[in-house]
């Protein structure tokens, strides 16, 4: 009888033990399931939500403008019409309303304005025409890192799909610009005319990789100042937007970032409010795209997909 109940007890014991052995295999391999699952999320959050890793990494000379909403516009008014009594033909604000949530997808925009020597190259490769202030075929001497400027829409189109890359959306260059936190200014919410070249404090324009202050979340320099950027959209009105103007529709590219030139003559706390004024990240201001004067440029952009 002792000898039956010590084999019983035994077979209960062994029996215990491979059922510990068998639940301690379970959770190992719903733990690996877990942390399986656990990885293949957060690769999905960083490729769908951020826009990254790339396998053949940040294009040349370009920075990244993650995924993800951002707000565009402002809802800031000039109740006083300060424009109108400075004696400017343009209202503020107005074209700016209201501030509105934009998602866009990952891209990259380039670092810096395209320089004069980025733009012979352009110019040697295909032949197209040079800007009128070259002579035969070259920008003056010293100028190789200044912007490319009295270059039209279609100009600054052309290079940039020769170069691979695009014009971006006036919402990808604000993006870019102000990042995800509604900032004025590239480099915060308060004028500073030391991180950008506007308001005529020097005498033209510099090379596109000055600046490094007022560079923008993303690293992009002078997204204020310097020249004027083309972008790829038409002047037409925000979703909500209530001011009325014959110069909406299909008739006017949007420039963006303001530029080296003077915005006119005042009393130095009005100069510097226009100025001010002038290079938030928000500011529209718009031009025929045949147009090209010796304060605008551009840049370019590059989607992540296709």
Partial sequence: MDKKRLRFRLRLREKSRSRFRLRSRLESLLNLSLNLILLWASAFF??????????????????????????MGTDETDPEDKA????????WLVDENPAHKVFLDAYYINKYEVSNLEYKKFIDATGHRPPPYWQDGR??????????????????????????????????????????DGRRFPW????????????????????VSDFESGKSPYGAYQMIGNVWEWTSDWYKPYP????????????????????????????????????????????????RQDGSVGDIGFRCAKSLKG
């Avoid at 915060?188 to 020097?202: H, I, S």
């Avoid at 909406?248 to 510097?272: D, M, T």
């Avoid at 100025?275 to 500011?283: K, Q």
């Fill in 46 to 71: 960083l490729v769908s939500v951020l826009g990254c890793p790339q396998r053949e990494g940040i294009p040349e000379g370009m920075v990244l403008v993650p995924a993800g909403d951002f707000i």
């Fill in 84 to 91: 109108a009594e400075y004696g400017i033909m343009k209202p």
């Fill in 139 to 180: 920008y003056p001497e010293g100028d190789d890192k200044l912007p490319a400027v009295m270059v039209a829409w279609d100009d600054a189109d052309s290079y940039c799909r020769w170069a691979g890359r695009r014009l971006p959306t006036e919402a990808e260059w604000e993006k870019g610009a102000r990042g995800t």
């Fill in 188 to 207: 915060g919410n308060e004028f500073d005319n030391t991180k950008a070249n506007v308001g005529a404090t020097k005498s033209g324009p510099m090379p």
């Fill in 240 to 287: 909500g937007n209530k001011y009325s103007t014959d110069q909406y529709g299909e008739k006017f590219r949007v420039l963006r970032g303001n530029s080296f030139a003077n915005v006119g003559h005042f009393p130095q706390e009005i100069h510097k409010e226009v100025v001010a004024r002038h290079s938030s990240t928000t500011f529209r201001l718009y031009f």
